[in-house]
């Protein structure tokens, strides 16, 4: 299966400032790679789908970029509200999987 | 609104069974893929099973193919995770998810997740 490993496993970052969260895959996933935000006690809200789509309702703050095996979730400048758990996954192959996480912590 | 409720989750031994069901709403159930995903305490989320839109094509996880089913029914609108021989490792929240219209394995919307523990 695909292991996707996210960098850095915690980034202190104050309201404002633009964060880079990194996805990498250990094999080509294509562009077939989503991010999604999760929060204490909430399902997981999907944010950008193959690669730089943003869902409904997400807004334009939060972009995708990448191809192939990397992958980068920018938060231009933070709001309050986006201090959270992001967590990238692929559907390329069989099982689809998840990387392990980015805390996204208040500086 | 999309609702995906979860039931049937709960303690067996080892070696046992359960049944769990899902009941969605808010959406046309029968266009969208569905799966189950779990997560052990303290692990990542874990892709279980997946079925395809008409129910015709079910894929699983190597670590539960031949021991769970996944089925749905259409008519009812509910996706089902049928467990046997369940293993101590099998223990985990399972949640029902919905694949977005035309897009396979890709989560638009969770429900809360049904706990089932397999302890003897």
């Known amino acids: 299966e695909i292991v996707l490993t996210q960098s850095p496993a915690t980034l202190s970052l104050s309201p404002g400032e633009r964060a880079t969260l990194s996805c990498r895959a250990s094999?080509?996933?294509?562009?077939?790679l989503a991010w999604y935000q999760e929060k204490p006690g909430q399902a997981p809200r999907l944010l950008i789908y193959d690669t730089s789509n943003r869902a409904t309702g997400i807004p334009d703050r939060f972009s995708g970029s990448g191809s192939g095996t990397d992958f980068t979730l920018t938060i231009s400048s933070l709001e309050p509200e986006d201090f959270a758990v992001y967590y990238c996954q692929q559907r390329s192959n069989w099982p689809p999987t998840f990387g392990q996480g980015t805390k996204l912590e208040i500086k | 609104e999309v609702q995906l409720l979860e039931s049937g989750g709960g303690l067996v031994q080892p070696g046992g069974s359960l049944r769990l069901s899902c009941a969605a709403s808010?959406?046309?159930?029968?266009?969208?893929?569905m799966s189950w995903v779990r997560q052990a305490p303290g692990k990542g989320r874990e892709w279980v099973s997946g079925i395809s839109s008409s129910g015709g094509s079910p894929y699983y996880a190597d670590s539960v193919k031949g021991r769970f089913t996944i089925s749905r029914d259409n008519s009812k609108n509910t996706l089902y995770l049928q467990m046997d021989s369940l293993r101590v490792e099998d223990t985990a929240v399972y949640y029902c998810?919905?694949?977005?219209?035309?897009?396979?394995?890709?989560?638009?919307?969770w429900g809360q997740g049904t706990l089932v523990t397999v302890s003897s």
């Open positions: 094999q080509s996933v294509s562009s077939y």
């Open positions: 808010g959406f046309t159930f029968s266009s969208n893929e």
């Open positions: 998810a919905k694949g977005k219209y035309r897009s396979g394995w890709l989560i638009d919307n």
